[in-house]
């Protein structure tokens, strides 16, 4: 043993390891030793290997042309670029890129953000739906919708260990069910599952992995990603979302009709109603699958559309920003028929953040009863009550912006038409969260007009899948920022 350890140890040292010989070593591994025939095979295939190579190449290059010219006006060329370098043989870093500059264009936080203009030569940021406005019905509440959370409580991560979503508070869960009968805005039966989330958006990528590892539709689409499609204009954060982790389970797909009217591989579609940005009441495809349809339901009160009927589908998504305005209170619900896709939405959320938040949850019952209350209670003001508040509010901005509108000819605004309202018990005109502002005459750019000549900031309709002349523009924000914003939009004058 001796001597073989020494032997070893001699050859160790006699250029047995890189770390000894350092080159001569390398090239030792990199050129084995070859004998006979072997040796003048090789020898000769230097001059046979090239020109041969040379040649496979020219005939490979003209081959590919001839077909590209051929096919062209078939495919197009932007399909046809796909099609010769498809995303999936990017590189990483390619990936990353493009990410990147998604989210960058998405996510435009600026240093006026959530601020209010200190003068008339001051930015207005219109860019967020920041729902601000309602802070002054907050204020007027007073004390009512206050809450104190002892330092001993909502410790444990478990709320409720005998529901299937054992992170929901039931307290919150009782109070969806109460305003949602209240409003009459959807249907929550008895074999409905609430499931809470971090904002809708967390639900929505909850609802992405849900419906696209379900047995009915994983592996459908040949081991591809399931597209994900929605119809434009669709809200701006939907492909930035989808496509973040760069996900082998789904991906951004675009518009709807993009779609092969004779492909009947399966896809998920996120319905937007009222959409966001123009707020007008939308529907999934006809050939769309209604066990593959998400229904993001985020501004279907009464502020600001006509309730016509209780929403009654298989996955509906709610926020409390745009219900109640509590947008930093970051907590949204999914109403879910089937169980299976219940199971896995939970299981997205617990994976990814062991819960939700019971604070939050608390908070929210407190705001939603508080709510509740207002309109249940007799002889209650209008201004104490929260959709009362809010459409006067919408309708009179409303009003302001379609006045400004129509005294120019630079704009142009949807047409909507006035429905009967369940809940307001009246005939109401739409008052959507955001205007769906069209640049008119020569203006190509409409965000970059605006932004600027008159230093307002808004969402490029390119964001929407949409064109460039139309812009998004929050109506949610603070009364001086929207004053501020008419009064600067009536003194364009082209």
């Known amino acids: 043993m001796a001597t073989t350890n020494g032997n070893l140890h001699h050859r160790h040292a006699d250029c047995g390891s890189p770390s000894s010989c350092g080159r001569?070593?390398?090239?030792?591994?990199?050129?084995?030793?070859?004998?006979?025939?072997?040796?003048?095979?090789?020898?000769?295939?230097?001059?046979?290997?090239?020109?041969l190579t040379t040649v496979a190449i020219v005939l490979h290059l003209v081959a590919v042309f001839v077909v590209f010219f051929?096919?062209?006006?078939?495919?197009?060329?932007?399909?046809?670029?796909?099609?010769?370098?498809?995303?999936?043989?990017?590189?990483?870093?390619?990936?990353?890129?493009?990410?990147?500059?998604?989210?960058?264009?998405?996510?435009?936080?600026?240093?006026?953000?959530?601020?209010?203009?200190?003068?008339?030569?001051?930015?207005?940021?219109?860019?967020?739906?920041?729902?601000?406005?309602?802070?002054?019905?907050?204020?007027?509440?007073?004390?009512?919708?206050?809450?104190?959370?002892?330092?001993?409580?909502?410790?444990?991560?478990?709320?409720?260990?005998?529901?299937?979503?054992?992170?929901?508070?039931?307290?919150?869960?009782t109070e969806v069910r109460r305003l949602h009968r209240l409003v009459g805005n959807a249907v929550i039966g008895p074999d409905s599952y609430i499931i809470v989330g971090t904002g809708s958006s967390q639900l929505f990528q909850a609802a992405l992995f849900a419906l696209s590892t379900s047995p009915e539709v994983f592996g459908g689409g040949g081991g591809r990603p399931l597209p994900v499609v929605s119809s434009v204009p669709y809200y701006s954060s939907y492909p930035a979302a989808t496509d973040l982790l760069?996900?082998?389970?789904?991906?951004?797909?675009?518009?709807?009709?993009?779609?092969?009217?004779?492909?009947?591989d399966p896809y998920i579609e996120v319905v937007c109603s009222p959409s966001n940005p123009d707020g007008l009441i939308k529907a999934a495809s006809i050939r769309s699958s209604n066990q593959n349809v998400i229904h993001d339901l985020a501004y279907y009160w009464p502020q600001y559309t006509a309730i016509t009927a209780p929403a009654n589908h298989n996955l509906m998504l709610f926020t409390a920003s745009k219900c109640t305005g509590h947008a930093g209170m970051r907590l949204g619900w999914a109403i879910v028929k089937n169980k299976d896709v219940a199971k896995r939405m939970m299981k997205f959320i617990e994976i990814s953040t062991i819960g939700v938040s019971k604070d939050s949850q608390l908070r929210a019952a407190k705001i939603l009863k508080t709510v509740s209350d207002h309109y249940e209670l007799e002889a209650v003001e209008d201004f104490t009550k929260l959709f009362h508040f809010g459409g006067k509010t919408m309708r009179d901005r409303w009003e302001k912006?379609?006045?400004?509108?129509?005294?120019?000819?630079?704009?142009?605004?949807?047409?909507?038409?006035?429905?009967?309202?369940?809940?307001?018990?009246?005939?109401?005109?739409?008052?959507?969260?955001?205007a769906w502002l069209k640049c008119e005459r020569d203006i190509d750019d409409c965000e970059n007009f605006l932004r600027q000549n008159h230093k307002i900031l808004t969402r490029s309709g390119k964001h929407f899948g949409a064109d460039a002349k139309h812009v998004r523009v929050s109506m949610l924000d603070r009364v001086e920022t929207f004053d501020m914003f008419i009064e600067r939009l009536l003194s364009i004058d082209l």
């Not at 591994?29 to 003048?40: Q, V």
């Not at 760069?246 to 009217?261: C, I, M, N, P, T």
């Open 24 to 51: 001569a070593w390398h090239l030792r591994r990199k050129m084995p030793k070859s004998t006979g025939e072997n040796n003048r095979v090789r020898s000769r295939n230097p001059n046979i290997f090239w020109p």
């Open 246 to 264: 760069q996900s082998a389970l789904f991906r951004w797909a675009g518009d709807v009709s993009s779609l092969e009217k004779d492909d009947d």
């Open 70 to 173: 051929l096919c062209k006006d078939v495919f197009g060329v932007a399909n046809w670029s796909k099609f010769l370098f498809p995303a999936s043989y990017c590189t990483g870093n390619e990936q990353r890129l493009e990410i990147s500059a998604v989210v960058e264009e998405e996510i435009s936080v600026s240093s006026t953000s959530g601020s209010i203009p200190n003068s008339m030569d001051s930015i207005i940021n219109l860019d967020h739906g920041d729902p601000t406005m309602y802070e002054k019905f907050w204020k007027q509440a007073g004390n009512a919708a206050e809450l104190i959370i002892p330092g001993a409580q909502t410790m444990s991560y478990f709320s409720d260990v005998t529901n299937l979503c054992w992170f929901l508070e039931p307290l919150f869960a």
């Open 401 to 434: 912006l379609r006045a400004a509108v129509a005294a120019s000819d630079a704009f142009s605004l949807p047409v909507f038409q006035p429905e009967y309202c369940n809940f307001m018990k009246e005939n109401t005109l739409p008052s959507p969260a955001f």
